[in-house]
């Protein structure tokens, strides 16, 4: 039957958007522990354990907080965290003992600044670099930090252009990254710590910066990933002496998305390209029977996610659609594969959606690829849909689980997540297309989205919705105003409203990429303000529903307030939920199921859908505004 309901059971919001079981490991300098990321205490808290053994134990907990990415000291004595407030981003790096017990200890405790790990080096276990902005807010310095004493010194003053910084594999910082205000990009190089910066290369706006990942392991070569004199990026590498370029590898339609070097060698052995899927190219024969083995023993899609200071150890991510993200420790030694665990198993008890590579023509012809997702156990046929926007949105969607898409799957919809123009992965043409296209072509992309689903049958046109967060926030509020009949209904998360005021509030240490924002948004207070939902919201008629973090550093709360102001003096019905302890997005547990509670609620009633009924812990008219 046409649009039928699944029977298939549904999977409640708790499997879905609560803390992961255990996520986001970490391997030990000697390959013997993994620090892994798990509930304690009612938050996301920090564990490390010995492989091959039970002697998980909880190291480092933040009450208000959950921690979401740990690492291990150079020397393996301690493990690393970064952690913000509330959702500031403001990050600071924390120590704590693997044993567990002690406090941990904040390592850089510079107030109101955003510390970053630059580089760590298991074969020099004095000394990592960090960079952090408390000097100047928006610049980094890099520092030189014994992660053992907390000990800081100052190794490389920022000379105040400079926007990303690349060591050699002394972990000497030689190679930066400049934009200019015309968007061009040049890199800079010096023969050593104290030596001068000259340029090495300029690169086209066209191009956009290039993206250094590393020295050669002699230091006379800076390998970067550009797509300077060809479509998609690619691997090359520029001699030091001579500026001379040579190509290492890549693909003609897509970007290099990952490099991955040895700890022993300082080479790099192997990269990514994201085509429909992830795909492996080996750069050094010795690790091609290493992803031969690995492709035989682990599913899905895979990264290399840590490796031991000897490579005898790799930490291996699989990503696969109908399941959650698992880790594998690997054994070079014998290329056996061992599954350390799932992120979220409960998730077996249930059948998700397949997601399936797609593609369809824009109105002008521009190929859009994308993905879609349609609820298991039912036909394709008439059904309610959700057009899926991601943020960035110099960024893409990819294959594999997703909770937000299996969630709205197994409630009924359609889930079609387009990487319309402006994404990144499809090569320079296809992101600078996008160039200010926000409220054109890249919002016309999404109605003709909706077109390729109606036109295939797969959804009733006059049930269709849109949602996204971010920049998929503000395509939701775009397709809203601009196009005020193409979607039954809108959610829109922490997405901009006025493009002038999102640009006069990013955060400071933005501003030596703001060239890329004029270029690719638009360079003047008119055509910016003929690009924004809020100066067309008296247009909007369909419901919509607003989620916004109150401490958002990005997109700060004055973009939901506004529109909800206009809206709402003009009489229109608008449902705005703020989080006052979140940021740019929702981390916390209770704040993710409380609002996805009124989003389910929100579509079955504006689309049809299916909807769990709301928790006790569930109500959201404390944060209504």
Known sequence: MIGRVSSVELIPRDVLFSYPEKAGPSLSPDGTRITYLAPSGGTLAVWVRTIGAADDRVVAVDPKRPIREAFWSPDGARVLFLQDSAGDENFHLFAADPQGGAEPTDLTPYPGARVDVQ?????????????????????????????????TALDTENPGTIGAFVEDARMVVRGGVVQH????????????????????????????????VGFSAEGDALLVITSAGANAARLVGYDVATGTRRDVAGDPQFDVSNVVFSPRTKQPFALSVVRDRVEWIVLDPAYAPDFTSLAEQIPGDLSVTSIDRDERTWLIGSVIDVGSVSFWSYDRTT????????????????????????RYAARDGLTIHGYLTTPFGVEPRGLPAIVLVHGGPWNRDVWGYNGNVQWLANRGYAVLQPNFRGSTGYGKAHLNAGDREWAGAMHTDLLDAKAWLVERGIADPARVGIMGGSYGGYATLAALAFAPDAFACGVDIVGPSNLNTLLGSIPPYWETGRATFTRRMGDSAAFLAAQSPLHRADAIRAPLLIGQGANDPRVKIAESDQIVAAMRGNGQAVTYVVFEDEGHGFVRPENNKRFNAAVEAFLRDNLGGRAEPPHPDEPIDAYLR
């Open 335 to 358: 290329r056996r594969a061992t599954k350390l665990f799932a992120t979220r198993p409960a998730l077996d008890a249930y059948r998700l959606g397949t997601m399936e590579p797609i």
């Open 181 to 212: 205000p015309d968007a061009s990009s040049e890199l800079l190089v010096r023969d050593d710590a104290g030596a001068p910066w000259r340029s090495l290369a300029t690169f086209h706006p066209d191009d956009g910066p290039p993206q250094p």
């Open 119 to 151: 580089a760590l080096d298991p074969w020099r276990p004095d000394q990592m670099l960090i960079t952090a902005n408390h000097r100047d807010a928006t610049l980094f310095d890099v520092y030189r930090l014994d992660p053992r004493t907390g000990e």
